[in-house]
């Protein structure tokens, strides 16, 4: 079981147990290291920064820019993989470095440790010049995201460095969660519990007032803070303070982009991959390239410390800063992962490495072993290994074979509508080579209870395919090299 889907556990399912044995169960899912499937090859180093935890991914790019992440849990647990996987792909799209503050947690820590270990660090990064004026932002989720704004309020009041920007996320700015309104939505809401975060709050503010502005900030100044990205979701019954908050700095004269989406829950933007999330993350990159560095252009893709170059697919265009974001139709029942990356070979070569099925053992390290003919209508035996799940084979049917631009299939998980799937590989031609979009949209009644381990296991899984079939396409060694010929009119190619 993931970390979020403890943490959804101990707040919705677990509320009647006692507090200490709650966050003993989220602290199953903590996961203080990103999980390696999440590097794609990049190295991720844990260091101390003023005698406090942080923990980077491609830290050789910080000079270009760098994303400081303050993780959400209420103050008790995290982070967990869902913040991870946000932070590496965001980072990615903006060819940033990624750091991690591993700050003290309550109960055992309460309030101020989180607020110190906060600051501390990011005045020691500051003060080496890691983190370089103007090229650097502060995100949080949750309680990472006022966090990250009593911190930022902190470091005015210091005189130290700002970041150039702030990305948060269903921020929890008012611990006494007195909002008249949250009544009304929680019952929609399938993260939050006042239940569970009632004794959170009291555990991390230990003696200090629950409406103290170092811990709840909507009560705060927040006159003099650089410019804010905040996105929330309906379903979440933080969202009515998060409004208050967006109003609140405005009044202050704080420039803010503000993504409401309909329907969307807690932190969505962590939660994993979809249309939702997909234009969160649009957003928040958009909103940051313009504030870290203008001259970048979007779609860019990233070339790791030890890899190839890959991204994220992150959907559809931006809409206009402080717009709400048109209702979407999305179904908790449905789950899209997409990936791409970017290959310095022909969309012929990319097609004879991905339609050569015979050859998928030597270098595969996701559909381990596949069989069939490469024609439409036509089945095929997939063998798979997500990583760090059970290996599984599948038998779903072709639906598209477009030479050199587009293989598709379709399979289900018994009966149809409990998980149904549709795999996508799309070959967009560029200057002197291929993008390779890799995705799959799942549908059923049983989307809900896999999510978490599709997050986990399938996407990485995905990368790891991505990386592995670039670097075959793009060996001159076996540019001409094949197991068998491949057409799509029913030819038996990659038949074991």
């Given at each position: 079981?993931?970390?979020?889907?403890?943490?959804?556990?101990?707040?919705?399912?677990?509320?009647?147990?006692?507090?200490?044995?709650?966050?003993?169960?989220?602290?199953?899912?903590?996961?203080?290291?990103?999980p390696?499937?999440?590097?794609?090859?990049?190295?991720?180093?844990?260091?101390?920064?003023?005698?406090?935890?942080?923990?980077?991914?491609?830290?050789?790019?910080?000079?270009?820019?760098?994303?400081?992440?303050?993780?959400?849990?209420?103050?008790?647990?995290?982070?967990?993989?869902?913040?991870?996987?946000?932070?590496?792909?965001?980072?990615?799209?903006?060819?940033?470095?990624?750091?991690?503050?591993?700050?003290?947690?309550?109960?055992?820590?309460?309030?101020?440790?989180?607020?110190?270990?906060?600051?501390?660090?990011?005045?020691?990064?500051t003060?080496?010049?890691?983190?370089?004026?103007?090229?650097?932002?502060?995100?949080?989720?949750?309680?990472?995201?006022?966090?990250a704004?009593?911190?930022?309020?902190?470091?005015?009041?210091?005189?130290?460095?700002?970041?150039?920007?702030?990305?948060?996320?269903?921020?929890?700015?008012?611990?006494?969660?007195?909002?008249?309104?949250?009544?009304?939505?929680?019952?929609?809401?399938?993260?939050?519990?006042?239940?569970?975060?009632?004794?959170?709050?009291?555990?991390?503010?230990?003696?200090?007032?629950?409406?103290?502005?170092?811990?709840?900030?909507l009560?705060?100044?927040?006159?003099?803070?650089?410019?804010?990205?905040?996105t929330?979701?309906?379903?979440?019954?933080?969202?009515h303070?998060?409004?208050?908050?967006?109003?609140?700095?405005?009044?202050?004269?704080?420039?803010?982009?503000?993504?409401?989406?309909?329907?969307?829950?807690?932190?969505?933007p962590?939660?994993?991959?979809?249309?939702?999330?997909?234009?969160?993350?649009?957003?928040?990159?958009?909103?940051?390239?313009?504030?870290l560095?203008?001259?970048?252009?979007?779609?860019?893709?990233?070339?790791?410390?030890?890899?190839?170059?890959?991204?994220?697919?992150?959907?559809?265009?931006?809409p206009?800063?402080?717009?709400?974001?048109?209702?979407?139709?999305?179904?908790?029942?449905?789950?899209?992962?997409?990936?791409?990356?970017?290959?310095?070979?022909?969309?012929?070569?990319?097609?004879?490495?991905?339609?050569?099925?015979?050859?998928?053992?030597?270098?595969?390290?996701?559909?381990?072993?596949?069989?069939?003919?490469?024609?439409?209508?036509?089945?095929?035996?997939?063998?798979?290994?997500?990583?760090?799940?059970?290996?599984?084979?599948?038998?779903?049917?072709?639906v598209?074979?477009?030479v050199?631009?587009?293989?598709r299939?379709?399979?289900?998980?018994?009966?149809?509508?409990?998980?149904?799937?549709?795999?996508?590989?799309?070959?967009?031609?560029?200057?002197?080579?291929?993008?390779?979009?890799?995705?799959?949209?799942?549908?059923?009644?049983?989307?809900?209870?896999?999510?978490?381990?599709?997050?986990?296991?399938?996407?990485?899984?995905?990368?790891?395919?991505?990386?592995?079939?670039?670097?075959?396409?793009?060996?001159?060694?076996?540019?001409?090299?094949?197991?068998?010929?491949?057409?799509?009119?029913?030819?038996?190619?990659?038949?074991?």
């Amino acid at each position: 079981m993931t970390g979020a889907a403890l943490y959804r556990l101990a707040s919705r399912g677990l509320p009647r147990l006692p507090f200490p044995l709650n966050v003993r169960i989220q602290r199953l899912g903590r996961t203080p290291r990103p999980p390696g499937a999440l590097l794609a090859g990049q190295l991720g180093q844990t260091l101390a920064a003023g005698g406090v935890p942080v923990t980077w991914v491609r830290s050789s790019a910080a000079d270009r820019g760098a994303l400081v992440y303050l993780h959400g849990g209420s103050y008790v647990t995290g982070p967990v993989p869902g913040q991870w996987r946000w932070l590496t792909v965001l980072s990615a799209e903006l060819s940033a470095a990624a750091v991690m503050i591993d700050y003290r947690l309550a109960p055992e820590h309460p309030h101020p440790a989180a607020l110190e270990d906060v600051v501390a660090a990011l005045q020691a990064l500051t003060s080496a010049e890691v983190l370089r004026p103007g090229r650097w932002a502060l995100a949080g989720d949750s309680s990472g995201g006022a966090l990250a704004l009593v911190a930022t309020r902190t470091l005015i009041a210091a005189g130290s460095p700002l970041p150039a920007a702030l990305v948060l996320m269903a921020p929890w700015v008012d611990l006494t969660l007195a909002n008249p309104q949250i009544p009304r939505t929680e019952p929609a809401d399938p993260v939050l519990t006042r239940r569970f975060l009632q004794p959170s709050a009291e555990a991390y503010a230990g003696r200090t007032p629950l409406s103290d502005h170092r811990l709840s900030p909507l009560y705060g100044d927040l006159a003099g803070l650089p410019p804010v990205h905040i996105t929330a979701g309906t379903r979440d019954i933080l969202v009515h303070d998060v409004r208050l908050l967006r109003q609140r700095l405005l009044d202050a004269g704080v420039a803010v982009d503000y993504l409401e989406e309909p329907g969307a829950l807690h932190a969505y933007p962590t939660l994993g991959a979809g249309p939702a999330a997909d234009r969160a993350v649009a957003a928040q990159a958009a909103f940051l390239r313009g504030r870290l560095d203008p001259d970048q252009t979007p779609g860019h893709a990233v070339r790791s410390e030890s890899g190839p170059p890959f991204a994220a697919v992150i959907g559809p265009p931006v809409p206009p800063p402080g717009k709400l974001l048109i209702p979407s139709k999305e179904n908790v029942m449905s789950k899209r992962l997409s990936t791409h990356v970017d290959i310095e070979a022909t969309p012929e070569r990319v097609w004879e490495v991905l339609t050569d099925l015979a050859a998928y053992p030597a270098w595969n390290p996701f559909i381990v072993r596949a069989e069939g003919a490469v024609a439409p209508g036509r089945r095929l035996t997939l063998t798979m290994q997500p990583v760090g799940g059970r290996v599984m084979t599948v038998r779903p049917r072709l639906v598209e074979v477009a030479v050199h631009r587009e293989l598709r299939w379709r399979g289900r998980l018994g009966l149809p509508g409990l998980m149904d799937a549709e795999h996508a590989f799309v070959l967009e031609p560029q200057d002197g080579g291929t993008r390779l979009v890799h995705q799959e949209t799942f549908r059923g009644v049983l989307v809900p209870f896999a999510a978490a381990s599709l997050d986990r296991d399938t996407l990485p899984a995905f990368v790891a395919m991505n990386e592995a079939l670039k670097r075959r396409a793009e060996d001159p060694a076996r540019a001409r090299a094949r197991t068998g010929p491949v057409d799509d009119g029913g030819t038996d190619a990659g038949r074991a």
